[in-house]
Nanobody, 127 residues
Framework: QLHVVESGGGLVQSGGSLRLSCVAS????????IGWFRQAPRNVREGISC????????YYADSVKGRFTISRDNAKNTVYLQMNSLRPEDTAVYYC????????????????????WGQGTQVTVSS
């Protein structure tokens, strides 16, 4: 069974930081592109960042560029999302997802490109 599990969410004040973790089981994270998504109430799920398995390239949505950083620790089979300068509009459930349909696939911010999803972790930013 291939699984990813997120952790690290919580309540933080505006301007604060959190680090989310995405741990894989059943496969090596460096074999597959990993994406981070978020979904706020009444909003669609949006792709905010990903790290490619093919060349390690990264993608950031404009809304988080310069504030969020994605990284991968192969030894721990974990992908991180460091979130700095958090804003109330960052409040959402955050999900990590893996593109396990193929090896060495590139980044994508489309929900339909990913087939393994975690359960989500809540991030709440107070003003």
């Amino acid at each position: 069974q291939l699984h990813v599990v997120e952790s690290g969410g919580g309540l933080v004040q505006s301007g604060g930081s959190l680090r989310l973790s995405c741990v894989a089981s059943g496969f090596s994270l460096d074999d597959y592109t990993i994406g981070w998504f978020r979904q706020a109430p009444r909003n669609v799920r949006e792709g905010i960042s990903c790290i490619s398995s093919s060349d390690g390239s990264t993608y950031y949505a404009d809304s988080v560029k310069g504030r969020f950083t994605i990284s991968r620790d192969n030894a721990k089979n974990t992908v991180y999302l460091q979130m700095n300068s958090l804003r109330p509009e960052d409040t959402a459930v955050y999900y990590c997802a893996a593109r396990t349909a193929g090896l060495l696939l590139g980044c994508s911010n489309s929900v339909t490109s990913y087939d393994r999803w975690g359960q989500g972790t809540q991030v709440t930013v107070s003003s």
